[in-house]
């Protein structure tokens, strides 16, 4: 079967072709239903598949869309996992534990955010002392959030951003955007709480995590980066044992999330650390050694993808929308962060692979040889 | 799909020029495929003579033939040999569309290969040399400021240090992007410098188009792929176009090898990732066989990021210049330098051959669409 099968354009077929896999390979899948229902009227689940034994003292996490829309990539990657029998590999006192579609709301709407609009990728620090004042946002807020899709509304927006933009400069200007806890409907907001997601995930770690000693974790994201690179990028600090371990087990093309920062010329990326969804690994398993890495694969350039995130702003504030305008906008969403073309899911897949090979090979190297 | 074999790729990858040479003339031979060897009359090492090995695949009277050039920057060639062994040992040839042709030219400077240097015997940097010697030559007048200082043959602190200074100031006089399109653009001027383009085609250059001339004359759609390393993020793949319009085959270019496609000078804001390049083999290609229509690519493999790497291609040039080769600080800079344009990781090594075929299936692809 070609791999490009693996890839699905809606939450249903990838929640189809997922459950299809399991249950052809006799595998048991433990499903976290959300309350709430998806855009074709469909259930919308967290679907947790452990291959390996629950005691493994060896563990290996693969998650899909903690940023919905960007489920695509990580779920075909899941899904060819298991179709292509990757699992009769695995070393010995070792299990993979699969996590599908951690935020199915965002995956079957085709929104980076969740249902509560909070960008999950910021809901793990502690509530509320954890909330990072961005005074920066506000100044932005009425202008990244656009009022309308099109028209002289939006130019006299656009025109307004731009000059904003000029003003702070690149880098005030990301730091205005980066992350934020005061604007509920806004761009990139954190949440005042832990959603849903955190609780199912903090749920699955402690019924599926607790058990093994040593614990690699990677997730998969999309949309930023040259196309089709992957980019693995861990939550530890840069001189952290942590680090220094997946330098060895990734290699060169590893960075720290404030070397990525520096990459990308995201200032005070690094403040932002303690929300990612990785850190839970690391907070609720104190005793465990953890590895938690991200994959993230480039698309088209970050000002492409920025304005297929502000339309579905507008979107989510605008739910009357007709529907064809809305659907307009999810596809436009959805094309940004996920490039359906074959070049852009292979290399997605072989980058996936590998790295997964080195997590797993990583987890049987006993010491770590400066 | 099966589980991508790492061992088995990373054999595909020689470990000298020497020992690419004879992987590549293995796989021709596991495969039937016949190949030349065309000796370079000037070099030799370990009392062998250097060669560049040239196979053709497929009918002489293809109409489409795809044209895979590995080693125009010696040591760059270890790579794109390992792209080009990979891909006759997978069975490229079996898959092979009608009317379609594939000419292999291995090692097109294999004295960059054999002593782990960038430019040719002649010192030159051969993506540099393919210049028409009929007009004035490109002007590199930052080049010409800073080359004392990058190139300078005496050993002191003091000389160094003066140096040093020199070329901090320029930075930040000029900025850097100035700068390094300034060491890296392309320079005619000084014959001991960086990126010298030369003063005369090169005994490479020439060897390339005799075997164009002589190979590619039938056809009517070529596509290139002239294989290099060291630019772009580590792994990654990168197709690099110098065309700019409708009629040099800048839409066609981008219709074959899609949004990963770097149109050096169609988009300005990517001036300062490859730099203003002139004389470079795929941009002269168009003229040397006008009736054919082209596609053709530089694959850029990344490896460092080109301001780590440059000091230490930088102080090898150097050491050269001053004939220190045989030095344990010389040969531990071939080694640094082998790594940075062709990292030892056999991870590396499976992306950029998995990439690789991607994009010789891209090509052909293509190749199949022309009309």
């Given at each position: 079967m070609s791999l490009l099968n693996y890839y699905s354009v809606n939450y249903l077929d990838c929640r189809r072709k997922f459950l299809a896999a399991t249950k052809a390979a006799g595998f048991s899948v433990d499903s976290f239903v959300n309350p709430l229902m998806g855009a074709k009227g469909e259930e919308l689940a967290t679907d947790v598949v452990l291959i390996g034994s629950i005691s493994a003292s060896k563990l290996l996490v693969i998650i899909s869309g903690t940023h919905g829309v960007e489920t695509f990539a990580g779920a075909a990657y899941q899904t060819g996992w298991i179709s292509e029998e990757r699992w009769q590999q695995l070393p010995e006192d070792t299990a993979v534990l699969l996590i599908h579609c951690i935020n199915p709301y965002g995956a079957s709407w085709r929104r980076r955010y969740n249902e509560d609009n909070v960008d999950l990728n910021r809901n793990f620090v502690v509530h509320p002392t954890g909330h990072i004042e961005n005074n920066l946002y506000a100044q932005i807020h009425p202008f990244i959030v656009p009022p309308a899709l099109e028209g002289e509304e939006r130019e006299v927006c656009e025109n307004a951003l731009r000059e904003l933009r000029h003003d702070f400069g690149e880098t005030k200007f990301m730091q205005a955007i980066l992350g934020q806890y005061s604007h509920p409907t806004g761009y990139g907001f954190g949440g005042w709480e832990p959603v849903w997601s955190n609780q199912t995930l903090a749920y699955i770690i402690d019924k599926y995590c607790s058990a093994c000693s040593r614990l690699a974790v990677l997730d998969i994201h999309t949309g930023l980066g040259p196309y089709g690179y992957g980019l693995v990028g861990v939550a530890h600090a840069p001189e952290s044992e942590a680090a220094v371990r997946a330098r060895q087990w990734f290699g060169v093309p590893m960075a720290t999330f404030a070397e990525v920062a520096g990459e990308y010329d995201f200032p005070d990326y690094e403040k932002y650390v303690d929300g990612l969804l990785l850190t839970a690994f690391i907070k609720n398993l104190p005793k465990t050694e953890v590895t938690a890495a991200g994959i993230e694969f480039g698309t088209f350039p970050y000002d492409d993808v920025l304005a297929c995130e502000r339309d579905e702003l507008w979107l989510y504030n605008h739910p009357n929308a007709d529907a064809r305008t809305a659907e307009q906008v999810r596809r436009k969403a959805l094309r940004g962060y996920y490039p359906q073309q074959r070049d852009w899911q292979e290399m997605v897949w072989w980058r996936c692979d590998q790295v997964v090979r080195q997590a797993l090979s990583g987890l049987q190297m006993t010491e770590i040889n400066l | 799909m099966t589980s991508p074999d790492v061992m088995k790729i990373a054999e595909f990858f020689p470990s000298s020029y020497l020992d690419a040479r004879s992987k590549f003339r293995a796989a021709c031979e596991r495969a039937g495929i016949e190949y030349q060897s065309i000796t370079n009359p000037r070099t030799e090492v370990e009392g062998q003579v250097l060669t560049t090995e040239v196979a053709r695949i497929g009918s002489s009277e293809a109409k489409k033939l795809l044209v895979l050039i590995s080693g125009v920057h010696g040591l760059e060639g270890f790579c794109g040999s390992g792209c080009q062994v990979g891909w006759i040992a997978q069975g490229g040839r079996d898959q092979l569309p009608d009317d379609t042709a594939v000419l292999i030219i291995h090692f097109a400077n294999p004295y960059g290969g054999a002593f782990l240097s960038r430019t040719t015997e002649e010192g030159v940097d051969l993506n540099r040399?393919?210049?028409?010697?009929g007009v004035p030559l490109p002007r590199n007048d930052n080049y010409a400021k800073l080359h004392a200082d990058l190139c300078y043959s005496e050993t002191s602190a003091q000389k160094e240090k003066q140096a040093e200074t020199a070329i901090e100031n320029f930075q930040r006089e000029y900025g850097m992007p100035a700068y390094f399109e300034a060491i890296s653009g392309a320079q005619y001027e000084f014959e001991d410098g960086l990126f010298f383009g030369g003063h005369q085609s090169t005994w490479s250059r020439k060897n390339i188009e005799r075997i164009l001339l002589e190979q590619a004359g039938q056809a009517k759609h070529i596509a290139i792929i002239d294989f290099h390393t060291g630019v772009g993020p580590y792994g990654y793949g990168m197709p690099v176009t110098f065309a700019q319009s409708a009629n040099d085959g800048l839409a066609r270019a981008f219709k074959w090898y899609g949004p990963s496609l770097l149109a050096v000078n169609a988009q300005a804001e990517n001036k300062d990732l490859v730099g203003d390049v002139s004389g470079s083999l795929i941009e002269s290609v168009p003229q040397l066989l006008p009736d054919a229509e082209i596609t053709a690519i530089a694959l850029e493999f990344g490896t460092y990021p080109f301001e780590n790497s440059f000091p230490v291609f930088r102080e090898d040039h150097r050491l050269g210049l001053v004939g220190e080769r045989h030095s344990p600080a010389a040969k531990k800079l071939k080694e640094e330098l082998l790594e940075i344009f062709y990292p030892a990781s056999n991870d590396w090594r499976e992306i950029v051959w998995l990439r690789a075929s991607q994009v010789i299936g891209q090509a052909l692809a293509g190749l199949q669409s022309a009309q």
């Open positions: - | 040399n393919f210049i028409d010697w």
